[in-house]
C-alpha cells in the first residue's frame, strides 16, 4: 500500500483555468504539507494542517486553497492558473509536529501553457 | 527571515571517496535538522536526522554532525556508491516546529 498518494502525477492545463490535486495518506498522521518545487528543485512549503485545522499559510496567492475533508486527504485546488505556477507540488505527512519525519507522495507535476 | 543555506549546489565523487555537504540556518530556536534523498522523479525520503541535543550521529556510511553555537551541520557520505547519485536537501524546524525549511539541494553524482 502507498503510503502517500497523490492525483494525478502529470497535470497539463492552460493559464486561467482551476485545477486540483488529491492527496491522500494511510499512515494516520495527524499532520499533512503542500509543497512546491520550482524548475530549480528549490522546495517550499505553501499549506501545513494539524488535524484538519490550518496551521501555516505562507506567502502563497489566495488563488491557491487547501482543503481537508478528514484527516487522511488534504487536496489542494488552485484557481486561475498562471505559467509561474508550474512546478511539482508534492503533498507530505508527519505524525506529529515538522520535528519529526515528513513522509512525501511521488508529486504531481503541473504544467501551465 | 527564516533561511538555511546549502553547500555545494553540485558535488561530484568518485565511486569510494566522501561527500560532505554543509549547511548554516539562521534561526538559534531550531532543535531539529533531517536530511532528505530526493531520487529523480520521486518525492524526498528521510535518510538522517540530528537534534541539538547530540552533536553527531550515524547510520551506516552516512553521518551527520551539528555544531549549535555556529549554526552548522553536515551530512557525510563515505564509500560512495553510484546509487548514492540524487539531490540531497538540508533542512531545518521552524516557527515552533510547525514546519521545515529547506536549503536548497545539492546535485550529488558519483560516477563509477
Known amino acids: 500500500d502507498t503510503a502517500v498518494s497523490q492525483t494525478p502525477k502529470y497535470l497539463v492545463t492552460q493559464m486561467g483555468n482551476d485545477k486540483s490535486i488529491k492527496c491522500e495518506q494511510n499512515?494516520?498522521?495527524?499532520?499533512m504539507y503542500w509543497y512546491k518545487q520550482d524548475s530549480k528543485k528549490f522546495l517550499k512549503i505553501m499549506f501545513s494542517?494539524?488535524?484538519?485545522?490550518?496551521?501555516i499559510n505562507e506567502t502563497v496567492p489566495n488563488r491557491f486553497s487547501p482543503k481537508s475533508p478528514d484527516k487522511a486527504h488534504l487536496n489542494l485546488h488552485i484557481n486561475s492558473l498562471e505559467l509561474g505556477d508550474s512546478a511539482v507540488y508534492f503533498c507530505?505527512?508527519?505524525?506529529?509536529?515538522?520535528?519529526?519525519?515528513?513522509?512525501f507522495g511521488p508529486g504531481t507535476r503541473l504544467t501551465v501553457t | 527571515g527564516e533561511n538555511v543555506e546549502q553547500h555545494p549546489s553540485t558535488l561530484s565523487v568518485q565511486e569510494g571517496d566522501s561527500a560532505v555537504i554543509k549547511c548554516t540556518y539562521s534561526?538559534?530556536?531550531?532543535?531539529?535538522f533531517p536530511w532528505y534523498k530526493q531520487e529523480l522523479g520521486k518525492g524526498p525520503q528521510l535518510i538522517i536526522d540530528?537534534?541539538?541535543?547530540?552533536g553527531e550521529k550515524k547510520d551506516q556510511r552516512i553521518a551527520v554532525t551539528l555544531n549549535k553555537t555556529a549554526k552548522h551541520f553536515s551530512l557525510h557520505i563515505t564509500e560512495t556508491q553510484p546509487e548514492d547519485s540524487a539531490v540531497y536537501f538540508c533542512a531545518a524546524e521552524y516557527q515552533a516546529g510547525t514546519a521545515l525549511i529547506f536549503g536548497k539541494g545539492t546535485t550529488l553524482s558519483v560516477s563509477s
Open positions: 499512515l494516520g498522521h495527524d499532520t
Open positions: 507530505a505527512t508527519s505524525a506529529g509536529q515538522a520535528s519529526s519525519e515528513q513522509y
Open positions: 494542517y494539524n488535524n484538519k485545522e490550518l496551521i
Open positions: 534561526d538559534s530556536a531550531s532543535n531539529y
Open positions: 540530528i537534534r541539538s541535543n547530540v
